[in-house]
């Protein structure tokens, strides 16, 4: 009788725990869910930055609803005072960033994807694959918050404005100096998410 093992055969598995990969290689994705099917390349800076300019202008669309709302169920005239501008911006900047992390968390924790992104055919995944949580959604996005400065009429907005374009530009040169996988600091602040081509 030999001392050698057998080889296990090529279409079997070696034994485990049940579920999981063969060593060095990927798993199934987070939470079970594969990876998005047709999932390519990292996408780059210019693509996503007509994806949230598109995601932009529908959000800009809701925005002005809401300010109408707003300006209609607030008892002001037609020109605010000081205090009845700060009255007016503390309701209306929360609520409008609070629009805008929730449509882009929720979609891209359910669907992957925002409406800007699915027109530039674009995936978000999570750190180990398939969508990333509502967390890692919330957290990729969060530099949004960075409006609620302009609850303060005038030196907020200007200070709220100049702090959100400094966050983008920031984002732009951390996805452009990583060749590799074109990873902003918001996607490393995730946890590792990543903007892939799908299609």
Not at 91 to 96: A, G, H, I, K, R
Not at 147 to 165: C, D, T
Not at 168 to 179: E, H, L, P
Request: zero cysteines; hydrophobic letters at 45%; proline letters at 10%.
């Amino acid at each position: 009788m030999s001392d050698q093992q057998p080889p296990f055969p090529p279409e079997q598995p070696h034994p485990g725990q049940p579920g999981q990969p063969p060593f060095g290689q990927p798993g199934p994705g987070y939470g079970g869910m594969p990876p998005t099917p047709g999932a390519g390349a990292p996408a780059g800076l210019l693509e996503r930055f007509v994806a949230r300019f598109l995601d932009g202008l529908i959000l800009g669309v809701a925005y002005f609803v809401v300010s109408l709302v707003i300006g209609a169920i607030l008892p002001f005239g037609r020109f605010l005072s000081t205090g009845e501008l700060f009255i007016y911006n503390l309701v209306l900047v929360p609520l409008s960033v609070a629009l805008s992390l929730g449509y882009y968390a929720y979609l891209e924790s359910t669907q992957g994807r925002t409406l800007g992104k699915q027109v530039m055919k674009l995936q978000v995944v999570g750190p180990a694959g398939g969508h990333p949580t509502l967390e890692q959604a919330l957290r990729r996005n969060a530099f949004l918050a960075l409006s609620l400065a302009g609850i303060v009429p005038i030196i907020g907005q200007l200070l709220g404005a100049l702090a959100g374009l400094a966050a983008v530009i920031f984002i732009a040169v951390t996805i452009n100096n990583d060749t590799v996988r074109r990873q902003g600091w918001h996607d490393t602040f995730a946890g590792g998410t990543q903007v892939l081509k799908v299609g």
